[in-house]
T-cell receptor
Framework: GESVGLHLPTLSVQEGDNSIINCAYSNSASDYFIWYKQESGKGPQFIIDIRSNMDKRQGQRVTVLLNKTVKHLSLQIAATQPGDSAVYFCAEMMNTGFQKLVFGTGTRLLVSP | DVKVTQSSRYLVKRTGEKVFLECVQDMDHENMFWYRQDPGLGLRLIYFSYDVKMKEKGDIPEGYSVSREKKERFSLILESASTNQTSMYLC???????????FGPGTRLTVL
């Protein structure tokens, strides 16, 4: 496979553990946030989103938490599986005259069997 | 499911060549985007388009141009490729301007 980032922060967990991936965003006016997963050799894939009028949203095995006070997002993955190994990006929607998604640099999640 | 396809997974070109990267989406999305992805820099927006024949510069448009003649197709053009344009290029589309973006698989371009 291909590497999508050579100098990424890395989180290593054991299969079955819960994983927490953190992200700091930059603009207090951003009102929409997305978490993407990118597997080796593939494009980013939508996982879950959250709007700024919420502080928590749950999906299947994933939860996103939003703390607007400190401009912080987190992605929690329950019962992490080897198939969860990937690079995870947060993105914030900024309005700079037009709506633009601004991506973080990503965190690599490594899941050991 | 939304499908975004890109014409090539891998391309190798020489400095000075004109390069076309093609992207097609099948969900009638209004908005299309071109990003490049480099280690340590994440995804950076090159150009986007919110309608046929419309285009807007992103954060790093220098050395690139785009074409959107049909709603489903958005092309990225490198008029004269340079080695610093070696990168992974990702195309995306979205139904709404501020909505979720769906990505293609990417084109890894190497300029020698």
């Amino acid at each position: 496979g291909e590497s999508v980032g050579l100098h990424l922060p890395t989180l290593s967990v054991q299969e079955g553990d819960n994983s927490i991936i953190n992200c700091a965003y930059s603009n207090s006016a951003s009102d929409y946030f997305i978490w993407y997963k990118q597997e080796s050799g593939k494009g980013p894939q939508f996982i879950i989103d959250i709007r700024s009028n919420m502080d928590k949203r749950q999906g299947q095995r994933v939860t996103v938490l939003l703390n607007k006070t400190v401009k912080h997002l987190s992605l929690q993955i329950a019962a992490t599986q080897p198939g969860d190994s990937a690079v995870y990006f947060c993105a914030e929607m900024m309005n700079t005259g037009f709506q633009k998604l601004v991506f973080g640099t990503g965190t690599r999640l490594l899941v050991s069997p | 499911d939304v499908k975004v396809t890109q014409s090539s997974r891998y391309l190798v070109k020489r400095t000075g060549e004109k390069v076309f990267l093609e992207c097609v989406q099948d969900m009638d999305h209004e908005n299309m985007f071109w990003y490049r992805q480099d280690p340590g820099l994440g995804l950076r927006l090159i150009y986007f388009s919110y309608d046929v024949k419309m285009k807007e510069k992103g954060d790093i448009p220098e050395g690139y141009s785009v074409s959107r003649e049909k709603k489903e197709r958005f092309s990225l053009i490198l008029e004269s490729a340079s080695t610093n344009q070696t990168s992974m290029y990702l195309c995306a589309s979205s139904l709404f301007a501020g909505g979720e973006q769906f990505f293609g698989p990417g084109t890894r371009l190497t300029v020698l």
